[in-house]
């Protein structure tokens, strides 16, 4: 798989467009931050009208689709419930890292943009989530490119490291 960055603003998604954003959100935070606060602001808050009749949780496992067009330039959106802030870790990162492989590959997408999940947290760093999804990639051969939404200071970190992770392959 190769990773792309782009900035965490809606003037970068912007820039882009596509097939399919994917962000994560937590069932105990209102309103919803990083890249789900700034979409469900875009959409007019109608992310946060179906959390409030019930239809969207935020529970762990939870998966939502819903179109992005004409407010995204997206064709769909798709949200992964993180369950409670408190409980989100490396294992409960690795558990949505799955979901949203499974979830892509079931759409027969193979590029995406995608929020790392509990980014805006700081739960997880941001190259150990990295190494987490490489390893989940293992298992989803199917998925081509992925364009990260990070802060610049952790695109860097993380280049750096994957740049670091190539070499030491071709070592061996």
């Known amino acids: 798989m ?3 960055f782009i900035q965490p603003t809606l003037r970068q998604l912007d820039t882009l467009g596509g097939e399919l ?3 994560g959100f937590f069932e105990d935070e209102r309103p919803m931050h990083g890249m789900a606060g700034l979409v469900d602001w875009r959409m007019a808050a109608r992310v946060s009208r179906h959390i409030e009749a019930g239809a969207v949780t935020g529970a ?10 004409p407010r995204l ?7 992964f419930g993180l369950g409670t802030r408190a409980l989100f870790d490396e294992q409960r990162l ?7 492989l499974s979830t892509f590959s079931m759409l027969k997408v193979r590029m995406a943009v995608v929020e790392r999940p509990g980014r805006h947290t700081g ?3 941001a190259v150990r989530a990295v190494d987490l999804l490489m390893e989940a990639c293992l298992a989803h051969e199917d998925q081509d490119v992925w364009t990260l939404v990070e802060v610049v200071h952790d695109q860097k970190r993380i280049a750096q490291h994957l740049a670091e992770e190539r070499r030491r392959k071709r070592a061996r």
């Open 123 to 125: 739960q997880v760093d």
């Open 2 to 4: 190769d990773l792309r």
């Open 94 to 100: 690795s558990e949505v890292l799955a979901r949203m």
């Open 21 to 23: 954003l994917a962000c």
């Open 73 to 79: 330039p997206f064709e769909k959106l798709v949200l």
């Open 60 to 69: 762990a496992g939870e998966v939502v689709m819903m179109p992005g067009r």
